[in-house]
């Protein structure tokens, strides 16, 4: 079992940067990727990035890419989501999710994902 908690959501401007932080527990050494993820109100849930847990390689939506940045400290068993020049369509709940099937790239499909968190509010107003 995995556990997962997100963390560092809520309120920020157009143009701003929020960070935030999904905090792993339990079987880490099962990981293969971590994802993140968000839903809007009324929207499917979508691939926002994922990066390999004992890896570099990462992924990005378009829609985020070149503004946001995961990474991860597996010292610490923390992933992040760095998202800056944030635009109100960001505007979202996001889940941090652990994917503990080996695959060659970090995949953009919810259904790879084995945990989730429950989840941070992330709001960006215009």
């Known amino acids: 079992q995995v556990q997962l908690v997100e963390s560092g959501g809520g309120l920020a401007q157009a143009g701003g940067s929020l960070r935030l932080s999904c905090e792993v527990s339990?079987?880490?050494?099962?990981?293969?990727?971590m994802g993140w993820f968000r839903q809007a109100p009324g929207k499917e849930r979508e691939f926002v990035a994922a990066i390999f847990w004992s890896g570099i390689i990462t992924n990005y939506a378009d829609s985020v890419k070149g503004r946001f940045t995961i990474s991860r400290n597996n010292a610490k068993n923390m992933v992040y989501l760095q998202m800056n020049s944030l635009k109100p369509e960001d505007t979202a709940h996001y889940y941090c999710?652990?994917?503990?099937?080996?695959?060659?790239?970090?995949?953009?499909?919810?259904?790879?994902?084995?945990?989730w968190g429950q989840g941070t509010q992330v709001t960006v107003s215009s």
């Open positions: 999710a652990a994917d503990i099937s080996s695959t060659v790239v970090p995949g953009r499909q919810a259904y790879n994902y084995n945990y």
């Open positions: 339990g079987r880490t050494s099962s990981i293969y990727v």
